[in-house]
């Protein structure tokens, strides 16, 4: 089995995507970025395709912001240009989330805290893991009790079943607020956040491959900064 690096080097590279993919804004650094996130998706085995195509309505959103801001742009050819900048944009961010896709919640959650980031931060990032399956489950209950009561949604027109969804989707996030809620009256019960310092049971070790993979990573980054100046002034 293929090692896998410390997560703690993924978070740092993927915050660095996504930081270089807000702030940049033209076509050409983005798309070393881009060509940048994919090469590590496809050297790391990431699950880049099952991710797209769990996402297909956020793609077609993508497409379909794309084809405005060129429509309403004062030029065709610019317009396509910051399309495609924004498209270049979303699709580093979806990387890499399937680079953090690879990790388990537990070791996310460890890292966030050996990263010196709060507790109280990695307490939510793990709960949100948990919540976001649970709430489309619970969706999926829903939709499937309205079916065995004898509701067709192929035969429904699409205004009904718009508004079934709707009617639907009300009760599912009431359910999960109240879940929340007494989620976190127990945490407050056993004194989550009293104290600053916390063991952990499992904590991260650097290997050596990950030094490399860090010392890489800050060359990498290094070089974008240096191309992004570069660019910048002679261009």
Not at 79 to 92: K, Y
Not at 168 to 188: F, Q, Y
Not at 202 to 227: E, H, Q, S
Request: net charge positive.
């Amino acid at each position: 089995m293929k090692a896998k690096l410390d997560p703690r080097v993924t978070i740092l590279f993927v915050l660095l995507l996504s930081s270089f993919a807000v702030i940049t804004r033209d076509a050409l650094p983005m798309l070393a970025i881009l060509l940048s996130a994919l090469f590590a998706a496809i050297a790391a085995k990431a699950p880049v395709l099952q991710v797209l195509r769990r996402l297909w309505v956020v793609w077609l959103s993508i497409l379909l912001v794309t084809a405005l801001q060129a429509f309403f742009a004062d030029h065709l050819l610019m317009g396509l240009f910051a399309g495609a900048t924004i498209l270049q944009r979303l699709v580093i961010l979806m990387l890499g989330g399937a680079l953090l896709a690879r990790y388990s919640g537990h070791k996310l959650v460890q890292a966030m805290l050996q990263l010196r980031l709060p507790c109280q931060l990695a307490f939510m990032v793990s709960i949100g893991l948990r919540f976001v399956p649970l709430f489309g489950e619970s969706y999926r209950d829903s939709l499937n009790a309205m079916q065995l009561r004898g509701v067709d949604f192929r035969k429904l027109k699409v205004r009904a079943r718009l508004r079934v969804y709707m009617f639907l989707l009300m009760p599912t996030i009431a359910s999960g607020v109240n879940s929340a809620r007494k989620l976190a009256m127990a945490m407050e019960l056993r004194g989550f956040g009293a104290h600053g310092k916390r063991s952990s049971y499992a904590p991260l070790r650097m290997k050596n491959y990950d030094w490399f993979g860090l010392a890489g990573l800050l060359i990498w980054t290094v070089l974008l900064i240096l191309g992004m100046i570069c660019w910048r002034v002679f261009v």
